[in-house]
């Protein structure tokens, strides 16, 4: 499934946070990676109080460096620098993941639109919004050693429907190419945390509703051991936790346990990207993860839908 990754760089240290993650995942994976860099329209001349790679010259030597550490430690590596200037940087990297046939997207989070950038990052939006390839990504951080990611357990929340089951696939491969555990969790609410479109009824009839809770409970204990036993027959070391209480909270919780290193999340890429990114469940998750995030878009949907 992930054979060829992408990785979109411009120049920075903080861009440059991903490296690690990148460089254990291609060589776990067997898998090539193609060091991207587009010239930005009207770009900044500093990028987080850096030199901004606006030469195409410059642009390649710096490529090449990146790749040459990658290289020299039997990584496969392209790189490809768009010369032609660009104002929408999402776009281009969506149309390259098209043009050179790309599984994986990784980059470090990060961009100019206030806090909310810093921490989620524009670009990781309009990648999962508007296309299929997953998107794994890093919050900024300190760590350019190569040497300095490893995966040894991957959180994985579900929510019992066929269309979040996306996410299952890519986190099987990854936990069988770098020999890591999986946890599951699935969060059933209770009745006076359901969402609204549910609220009403519940205040109607608070006793129907409760039963109804109790027996969705028992359906996602039966649906995780289900999903355990495919994870354990692909080898694959696997726990899993239900939970009842408010959906975003009871995963927040078991990610504040630690000892994963990876979060694996199918989401719905919506086009209201406020609403998408700051106000859903995957925003939640995303704003209080300190581990890396792999977004897979949620079965059935188009792009843009």
Known sequence: MFRKIFIPLDGSKLAEAVLPAAYYLAGRLGAVCVFFHVIEKRGRTDIHGERHLADPDAARSYLEKVGGEFAARDIKVEMHVHEDQENDVARSILDHCGEFHIDLVML?????????????????????AHGRTPVFFVKPGKHRNLEKY?????????????????????????????LAGMKLVCVVPTVDQLPSERAGAAQLL????EQLLDLTEEDAIAYLKKIMARCEAERIKTTAVSLRGKISRGIISVMKEGGADLLVIATHGRTALDSFWSGSLTGSLIRNSTMPILLVRAGGEEPGR
Do not use: W, Y
Request: hydrophobic share 45%; charged share 15%.
């Open 150 to 178: 490893a995966c040894g357990k991957i959180l994985l929340p579900l929510d019992t429907t066929v269309q979040h089951e996306a996410s299952l696939g890519p986190a099987m491969e990854i936990a069988k190419a770098c």
């Open 108 to 128: 470090t989070a990060h961009g100019f639109g206030g806090l909310r950038d810093v921490f989620v990052g524009n670009i990781p939006r309009q990648l999962i």
């Open 206 to 209: 608070p006793r129907a509703m």
